[in-house]
């Protein structure tokens, strides 16, 4: 059966929707939300799990009467595929921010990083990042952070139910993890580096599914684009808005990996491990 093309008029966003997008690098979560409200003019809307500005991948819209969902899928286990960086640390456990210690990595053997997963799995303890979005004194912790000042945020039990390596290049590891609700991949690099006494921060994260929604039937905000209804008879056009500066920690992260590609990619490719 020829599959049919995407239509405004397959949606009817006021009795409710569930929108799988496809979000961009560097966007907010907000950043889409207020994308897909202003292009097809949604009155209610909301997104079912954050995905940090770093991250791509799938995130759920739901809107109308469908906003009634966005707690139950929440709720539900989610899978990621991404790369850690071994031999590394920064403050935020990613790129937001430029490395701060460097660890010899290179007497690692395959058998050990694949080894040193088995402790990751099942029900664990987990603290999040400082540069998250969890409360600390009725204050986000990413302020705090971004002030740089410090703050205890406590542990909290996660479950992953699967983790394993999907290709060891030192010093990148790739990985896929399906975990429940509140887990934080940027904890787990810190925490598997940890494990293996060389540090680490995440590099790289696609959310590839969350329940039974998936990534490969998510639209592109190009896709979303299309959408977009005429405008009303009359209605004048808005002036362009002027776009707003990203963080300069976000941009510090990036550069610095960036640079990072740039000089190995130069360099002979690094051989896997074996």
């Known amino acids: 059966m020829e599959e049919q093309p995407i239509t405004p008029a397959r949606f009817d966003f006021e009795a409710g929707e569930v929108l799988l997008l496809d979000k961009p690098l560097t966007w907010t979560s907000f950043d889409v939300v207020r994308k897909v409200k202003n292009t097809l003019r949604i009155k209610k809307i909301g997104h079912a799990g954050t995905l940090d500005p770093l991250a791509t991948g799938l995130l759920i819209l739901c809107t109308g009467k469908k906003t009634k969902q966005i707690d139950l899928i929440q709720a539900q286990e989610k899978e990621y595929t991404g790369t850690f960086r071994l031999g590394q640390t920064t403050p935020s456990f990613d790129l ?14 395959e058998e050990e990083l694949r080894a040193a997963l088995a402790s990751f799995i099942g029900l664990i303890n987990q603290t999040p990042p400082l540069f998250s979005a969890v409360k600390v004194n009725g204050e986000r912790a990413y302020e705090v952070a971004r002030r740089g000042d410090e703050a205890e945020i406590k542990s909290k039990q996660v479950t992953i139910k699967e983790f394993e390596l999907t290709r060891v290049a030192l010093p990148e590891v790739d990985f896929r993890v399906v975990c429940s609700k509140g887990t934080y991949i940027r904890s787990l690099a810190r925490d598997y580096g940890a494990a293996l006494g060389v540090g680490a921060h995440l590099t790289k994260l696609v959310r590839t599914r969350i329940g039974e929604y998936r990534l490969e039937d998510a639209l592109t905000m190009e896709a979303v684009q299309a959408l977009r209804p005429p405008r009303p008879e009359g209605e004048q056009d808005r002036p362009p808005r002027q776009r707003r500066e990203r963080l300069p920690e976000r941009r510090t992260g990036l550069e610095y990996y960036q640079s990072q590609q740039d000089a190995a990619a130069s360099t002979p490719d690094t051989p896997p491990v074996s």
């Open 96 to 109: 937001e921010t430029p490395v701060d210690q460097e660890l010899a990595y290179e007497h690692l053997t």
